[in-house]
Protein backbone atom coordinates (compact mmCIF):
# COMPACT_ATOMS: atom_id res chain seq x y z
CA UNK A 1 0.00 0.00 0.00
CA UNK A 2 1.38 3.40 -0.91
CA UNK A 3 0.62 6.60 1.14
CA UNK A 4 0.79 10.09 1.43
CA UNK A 5 4.15 11.70 1.22
CA UNK A 6 2.33 14.41 3.69
CA UNK A 7 2.93 12.12 6.53
CA UNK A 8 5.84 11.23 8.52
CA UNK A 9 8.25 8.30 6.69
CA UNK A 10 9.34 6.92 10.29
CA UNK A 11 6.65 6.24 12.93
CA UNK A 12 8.92 4.47 15.64
CA UNK A 13 8.48 5.28 19.11
CA UNK A 14 11.60 7.76 20.56
CA UNK A 15 13.96 6.03 23.06
CA UNK A 16 12.37 7.85 25.95
CA UNK A 17 8.85 6.25 24.84
CA UNK A 18 9.92 3.27 24.76
CA UNK A 19 11.36 3.54 27.96
CA UNK A 20 8.22 4.71 29.55
CA UNK A 21 6.37 2.08 27.96
CA UNK A 22 8.64 -0.57 29.47
CA UNK A 23 8.16 0.90 32.60
CA UNK A 24 4.56 0.81 32.59
CA UNK A 25 4.97 -2.63 31.57
CA UNK A 26 6.86 -3.58 34.90
CA UNK A 27 4.51 -1.87 37.07
CA UNK A 28 6.66 1.11 37.77
CA UNK A 29 5.12 3.64 39.66
CA UNK A 30 6.07 7.02 37.33
CA UNK A 31 6.19 10.51 38.57
CA UNK A 32 4.37 11.97 35.31
CA UNK A 33 5.64 15.94 35.11
CA UNK A 34 4.39 16.21 31.66
CA UNK A 35 0.26 15.94 32.65
CA UNK A 36 -1.30 18.75 30.32
CA UNK A 37 -4.83 17.68 30.42
CA UNK A 38 -7.13 19.60 32.81
CA UNK A 39 -9.28 16.55 33.02
CA UNK A 40 -6.52 14.12 34.22
CA UNK A 41 -5.07 16.49 36.57
CA UNK A 42 -7.50 16.46 39.63
CA UNK A 43 -9.13 20.08 38.26
CA UNK A 44 -12.32 20.27 40.16
CA UNK A 45 -15.47 20.81 38.03
CA UNK A 46 -18.22 22.79 39.54
CA UNK A 47 -21.55 20.60 39.92
CA UNK A 48 -23.94 20.97 36.96
CA UNK A 49 -20.57 22.60 34.89
CA UNK A 50 -21.95 20.71 31.72
CA UNK A 51 -25.36 20.96 32.20
CA UNK A 52 -25.95 23.41 29.42
CA UNK A 53 -24.81 20.60 27.14
CA UNK A 54 -28.45 19.25 27.55
CA UNK A 55 -30.20 22.48 25.89
CA UNK A 56 -32.95 21.32 23.87
CA UNK A 57 -31.79 24.15 21.01
CA UNK A 58 -29.02 21.56 20.05
CA UNK A 59 -31.65 18.81 18.62
CA UNK A 60 -32.23 21.43 15.83
CA UNK A 61 -29.41 21.36 13.17
CA UNK A 62 -28.75 25.16 11.45
CA UNK A 63 -25.61 23.95 9.49
CA UNK A 64 -24.19 27.86 9.44
CA UNK A 65 -20.81 27.77 7.82
CA UNK A 66 -19.05 30.04 10.87
CA UNK A 67 -20.97 28.46 13.24
CA UNK A 68 -24.31 29.35 15.32
CA UNK A 69 -25.29 32.90 15.25
CA UNK A 70 -26.19 32.77 19.49
CA UNK A 71 -22.62 31.01 19.85
CA UNK A 72 -20.45 33.63 17.79
CA UNK A 73 -22.44 36.33 19.54
CA UNK A 74 -21.12 35.27 22.99
CA UNK A 75 -17.23 34.77 21.27
CA UNK A 76 -18.25 38.11 20.00
CA UNK A 77 -18.86 40.05 23.15
CA UNK A 78 -16.44 37.97 25.10
CA UNK A 79 -13.45 39.60 23.11
CA UNK A 80 -15.49 43.23 22.45
CA UNK A 81 -15.61 42.34 18.10
CA UNK A 82 -17.90 42.07 15.49
CA UNK A 83 -20.09 38.77 15.32
CA UNK A 84 -19.27 38.47 11.77
CA UNK A 85 -15.68 37.93 12.45
CA UNK A 86 -16.09 35.25 15.34
CA UNK A 87 -15.56 31.82 13.31
CA UNK A 88 -16.09 28.77 14.80
CA UNK A 89 -14.01 25.50 14.84
CA UNK A 90 -13.72 22.16 16.53
CA UNK A 91 -10.34 22.87 17.87
CA UNK A 92 -7.57 25.54 16.93
CA UNK A 93 -5.61 22.81 14.84
CA UNK A 94 -8.24 22.64 12.64
CA UNK A 95 -8.34 26.60 12.53
CA UNK A 96 -4.65 26.68 11.52
CA UNK A 97 -5.86 23.88 8.35
CA UNK A 98 -8.38 26.08 7.12
CA UNK A 99 -6.16 29.13 7.38
CA UNK A 100 -3.20 26.97 5.43
CA UNK A 101 -5.76 26.16 3.40
CA UNK A 102 -6.88 29.62 2.62
CA UNK A 103 -3.63 31.40 2.16
CA UNK A 104 -1.20 28.58 0.53
CA UNK A 105 -0.68 27.07 -2.06
CA UNK A 106 1.42 23.17 -1.95
CA UNK A 107 4.93 23.92 -1.02
CA UNK A 108 3.90 27.70 0.24
CA UNK A 109 5.85 28.90 3.50
CA UNK A 110 4.88 29.78 7.13
CA UNK A 111 7.13 30.83 9.16
CA UNK A 112 6.54 29.71 13.30
CA UNK A 113 8.78 30.34 16.05
CA UNK A 114 11.50 28.01 17.63
CA UNK A 115 10.77 27.05 20.03
CA UNK A 116 7.33 26.81 20.48
CA UNK A 117 4.12 24.09 19.67
CA UNK A 118 5.13 20.74 18.87
CA UNK A 119 2.31 20.33 16.39
CA UNK A 120 3.08 22.54 13.91
CA UNK A 121 5.41 20.77 11.26
CA UNK A 122 2.23 18.20 11.33
CA UNK A 123 -0.41 20.23 10.57
CA UNK A 124 1.64 22.44 8.38
CA UNK A 125 2.32 19.12 6.33
CA UNK A 126 -1.44 17.64 6.07
CA UNK A 127 -1.77 20.61 4.08
CA UNK A 128 1.43 20.48 2.13
CA UNK A 129 2.80 23.49 3.39
CA UNK A 130 6.79 24.00 4.56
CA UNK A 131 7.28 25.32 8.28
CA UNK A 132 10.11 27.33 7.87
CA UNK A 133 11.55 28.57 11.66
CA UNK A 134 12.25 32.03 13.38
CA UNK A 135 14.43 32.23 16.44
CA UNK A 136 13.25 33.78 20.04
CA UNK A 137 16.68 34.76 22.44
CA UNK A 138 16.45 34.70 26.29
CA UNK A 139 17.52 36.96 27.80
CA UNK A 140 16.09 37.41 31.33
CA UNK A 141 12.75 37.03 29.01
CA UNK A 142 11.59 35.37 25.81
CA UNK A 143 12.09 37.67 22.70
CA UNK A 144 11.31 37.65 18.86
CA UNK A 145 15.12 37.43 17.15
CA UNK A 146 13.48 39.45 14.18
CA UNK A 147 16.47 39.20 12.27
CA UNK A 148 15.59 35.41 11.57
CA UNK A 149 12.23 35.96 10.28
CA UNK A 150 14.23 39.01 8.03
CA UNK A 151 16.09 36.06 6.42
CA UNK A 152 13.14 33.02 6.31
CA UNK A 153 11.07 35.27 4.44
CA UNK A 154 10.98 34.38 0.82
CA UNK A 155 8.63 34.85 -2.07
CA UNK A 156 6.68 31.64 -0.98
CA UNK A 157 6.00 33.10 2.47
CA UNK A 158 2.26 33.76 3.07
CA UNK A 159 1.98 34.04 7.00
CA UNK A 160 3.66 34.47 10.30
CA UNK A 161 2.46 32.17 12.94
CA UNK A 162 2.79 33.95 16.38
CA UNK A 163 2.15 32.26 19.78
CA UNK A 164 0.94 34.98 22.47
CA UNK A 165 2.32 33.95 25.50
CA UNK A 166 4.42 31.04 23.77
CA UNK A 167 3.82 27.80 24.64
CA UNK A 168 6.21 26.16 26.60
CA UNK A 169 8.08 29.67 27.25
CA UNK A 170 5.24 31.21 28.47
CA UNK A 171 6.33 34.78 27.50
CA UNK A 172 3.73 37.84 26.20
CA UNK A 173 4.90 39.14 22.98
CA UNK A 174 5.56 43.13 23.87
CA UNK A 175 4.07 46.16 22.05
CA UNK A 176 6.99 47.35 19.88
CA UNK A 177 7.25 43.61 18.73
CA UNK A 178 3.85 43.69 17.29
CA UNK A 179 4.37 46.71 15.66
CA UNK A 180 7.35 45.26 13.83
CA UNK A 181 5.66 41.89 13.65
CA UNK A 182 3.04 44.52 11.78
CA UNK A 183 5.31 45.97 9.95
CA UNK A 184 6.98 43.17 8.25
CA UNK A 185 3.28 41.61 7.17
CA UNK A 186 2.56 44.82 5.71
CA UNK A 187 5.73 45.14 3.89
CA UNK A 188 5.48 41.69 2.47
CA UNK A 189 2.07 41.15 1.87
CA UNK A 190 1.84 38.07 4.52
CA UNK A 191 -0.97 37.35 7.52
CA UNK A 192 -0.18 36.78 11.07
CA UNK A 193 -1.86 34.21 13.04
CA UNK A 194 -1.86 35.20 16.62
CA UNK A 195 -2.08 31.59 19.00
CA UNK A 196 -3.49 33.11 22.37
CA UNK A 197 -4.68 29.69 23.65
CA UNK A 198 -3.06 30.74 27.33
CA UNK A 199 -3.66 34.35 27.57
CA UNK A 200 -6.05 33.73 30.21
CA UNK A 201 -3.25 32.53 32.24
CA UNK A 202 -1.01 35.35 33.09
CA UNK A 203 1.31 34.52 36.50
CA UNK A 204 1.93 37.64 36.94
CA UNK A 205 0.64 41.36 36.12
CA UNK A 206 0.92 40.68 31.89
CA UNK A 207 3.18 43.09 30.28
CA UNK A 208 1.74 45.53 27.63
CA UNK A 209 1.14 42.68 24.64
CA UNK A 210 -1.93 44.47 22.71
CA UNK A 211 -1.72 43.36 19.44
CA UNK A 212 -2.62 46.30 17.34
CA UNK A 213 -2.99 45.50 13.89
CA UNK A 214 -4.96 47.34 11.71
CA UNK A 215 -3.35 47.19 8.31
CA UNK A 216 -2.58 43.18 8.53
CA UNK A 217 -4.54 40.26 7.88
CA UNK A 218 -4.53 39.14 11.10
CA UNK A 219 -6.26 35.82 12.80
CA UNK A 220 -6.66 35.10 16.58
CA UNK A 221 -6.89 31.82 17.81
CA UNK A 222 -8.42 30.48 20.78
CA UNK A 223 -10.83 28.11 22.59
CA UNK A 224 -12.72 25.99 25.33
CA UNK A 225 -10.03 23.61 25.52
CA UNK A 226 -7.62 26.25 27.41
CA UNK A 227 -10.26 28.66 28.45
CA UNK A 228 -12.23 26.64 30.23
CA UNK A 229 -10.43 23.48 31.12
CA UNK A 230 -12.32 21.00 28.62
CA UNK A 231 -10.43 20.07 25.36
CA UNK A 232 -13.13 17.23 25.00
CA UNK A 233 -15.92 20.05 24.07
CA UNK A 234 -14.08 20.38 20.75
CA UNK A 235 -14.93 24.39 20.10
CA UNK A 236 -12.47 26.84 18.83
CA UNK A 237 -12.80 30.35 17.68
CA UNK A 238 -10.56 32.34 15.33
CA UNK A 239 -11.16 36.19 14.65
CA UNK A 240 -10.52 37.56 11.65
CA UNK A 241 -9.06 41.21 10.47
CA UNK A 242 -9.36 40.67 7.21
CA UNK A 243 -11.14 42.12 4.17
CA UNK A 244 -14.74 41.04 3.23
CA UNK A 245 -12.97 38.86 0.12
CA UNK A 246 -11.07 36.83 2.61
CA UNK A 247 -14.07 36.15 4.72
CA UNK A 248 -15.92 35.13 1.75
CA UNK A 249 -13.15 32.44 1.02
CA UNK A 250 -12.90 31.45 4.65
CA UNK A 251 -16.77 30.81 4.57
CA UNK A 252 -16.59 28.59 1.39
CA UNK A 253 -13.71 26.11 3.14
CA UNK A 254 -15.90 26.59 6.59
CA UNK A 255 -19.30 24.93 4.91
CA UNK A 256 -17.16 22.25 3.32
CA UNK A 257 -16.48 21.11 6.94
CA UNK A 258 -19.43 22.33 9.05
CA UNK A 259 -17.35 20.75 12.00
CA UNK A 260 -18.56 22.70 15.01
CA UNK A 261 -21.27 20.80 16.94
CA UNK A 262 -24.41 21.97 17.93
CA UNK A 263 -24.51 21.11 21.58
CA UNK A 264 -21.51 22.88 22.83
CA UNK A 265 -22.13 25.96 20.81
CA UNK A 266 -25.39 26.03 22.41
CA UNK A 267 -23.56 25.62 25.69
CA UNK A 268 -20.38 27.94 25.25
CA UNK A 269 -22.18 31.15 26.93
CA UNK A 270 -23.03 29.26 30.01
CA UNK A 271 -19.29 26.99 29.89
CA UNK A 272 -17.74 30.84 29.06
CA UNK A 273 -19.35 32.25 31.78
CA UNK A 274 -18.87 29.06 34.57
CA UNK A 275 -15.03 29.35 33.54
CA UNK A 276 -13.84 31.47 36.47
CA UNK A 277 -13.79 28.71 39.09
CA UNK A 278 -11.66 26.14 36.94
CA UNK A 279 -9.17 28.98 35.68
CA UNK A 280 -8.44 29.89 39.57
CA UNK A 281 -7.49 26.37 40.67
CA UNK A 282 -4.86 26.40 37.29
CA UNK A 283 -3.17 29.33 38.20
CA UNK A 284 -3.42 28.87 41.82
CA UNK A 285 -1.54 25.45 40.91
CA UNK A 286 0.98 26.95 38.50
CA UNK A 287 2.23 29.51 40.52
CA UNK A 288 2.54 27.09 44.00
CA UNK A 289 4.41 24.59 41.70
CA UNK A 290 6.30 27.03 39.70
CA UNK A 291 7.48 28.13 43.23
CA UNK A 292 9.52 24.75 43.70
CA UNK A 293 11.48 25.22 40.52
CA UNK A 294 13.92 28.40 41.27
CA UNK A 295 16.18 27.87 38.94
CA UNK A 296 13.47 27.41 35.95
CA UNK A 297 13.78 30.40 33.50
CA UNK A 298 11.61 33.18 33.79
CA UNK A 299 7.64 32.61 33.01
CA UNK A 300 5.12 34.82 32.77
CA UNK A 301 2.14 32.62 31.48
CA UNK A 302 0.68 29.45 30.61
CA UNK A 303 1.18 26.23 32.89
CA UNK A 304 5.31 24.99 31.84
CA UNK A 305 8.09 25.61 33.22
CA UNK A 306 11.94 25.08 31.26
CA UNK A 307 14.78 24.13 33.07
CA UNK A 308 18.02 23.83 32.00
CA UNK A 309 20.38 21.20 31.79
CA UNK A 310 23.95 19.74 30.69
CA UNK A 311 22.81 17.45 28.18
CA UNK A 312 18.42 17.06 28.14
CA UNK A 313 18.42 13.58 26.22
CA UNK A 314 20.95 11.74 29.23
CA UNK A 315 18.77 13.93 31.64
CA UNK A 316 15.25 12.81 30.71
CA UNK A 317 16.25 8.93 30.06
CA UNK A 318 18.11 8.99 33.23
CA UNK A 319 15.13 10.94 35.38
CA UNK A 320 12.86 8.03 34.02
CA UNK A 321 15.17 5.20 34.39
CA UNK A 322 16.45 5.38 37.57
CA UNK A 323 14.17 7.53 39.35
CA UNK A 324 10.72 7.27 37.45
CA UNK A 325 10.66 10.78 36.98
CA UNK A 326 8.70 11.72 33.08
CA UNK A 327 9.78 14.92 31.97
CA UNK A 328 10.29 16.49 28.21
CA UNK A 329 13.30 16.90 26.45
CA UNK A 330 14.01 20.65 25.10
CA UNK A 331 14.07 18.77 21.76
CA UNK A 332 9.84 17.91 21.50
CA UNK A 333 9.67 21.88 21.27
CA UNK A 334 12.28 22.36 18.64
CA UNK A 335 14.77 24.84 21.21
CA UNK A 336 17.30 25.46 19.00
CA UNK A 337 20.02 24.43 21.17
CA UNK A 338 20.06 21.43 23.72
CA UNK A 339 20.18 21.60 27.14
CA UNK A 340 16.42 22.45 28.45
CA UNK A 341 13.55 19.98 29.88
CA UNK A 342 10.28 21.46 30.53
CA UNK A 343 7.45 20.55 32.83
CA UNK A 344 3.85 20.96 33.21
CA UNK A 345 2.99 23.33 36.40
CA UNK A 346 -0.85 21.58 35.75
CA UNK A 347 0.90 18.51 37.43
CA UNK A 348 -1.09 17.93 40.60
CA UNK A 349 0.61 19.16 43.86
CA UNK A 350 2.45 15.77 45.60
CA UNK A 351 3.24 14.33 42.10
CA UNK A 352 5.12 17.80 41.08
CA UNK A 353 6.87 18.21 44.47
CA UNK A 354 8.38 14.68 44.82
CA UNK A 355 9.88 14.63 41.26
CA UNK A 356 11.14 18.08 41.77
CA UNK A 357 12.70 16.68 44.66
CA UNK A 358 14.22 14.23 42.77
CA UNK A 359 15.69 15.83 39.95
CA UNK A 360 17.61 18.22 42.51
Known amino acids: MKFSSRLPHELRPNALSELLARKRREGATILDLTESNPTQAGIAYPPGFLAALADERALRYEPEPFGLASARETVAREFDVPAERV ?59 FHTIERAIGERTRAIVVVNPNNPTGHFIRRHEAEELAALCARHGLALISDEVFGDYALHPAPDSVMSLRDVAHFTLNGLSKSVGLPQMKL ?14 LEMIADTYLSAGTPVQCAVASLLGLRGAVQSQILDRARANLALVPRALGVEAGWYAILPVPDEEETTERLLGEHNVLVQPGYFYDFERSGYIVVSLLTPPAIFREGIARIG
Do not use: Q
Open 236 to 249: AWMIANCPPEVLAR
Open 87 to 145: ILTASTSEAYSWLFKLLCDPGCEVLVPRPSYPLFEYLAALESVVVRHYGLFYDHGWFID
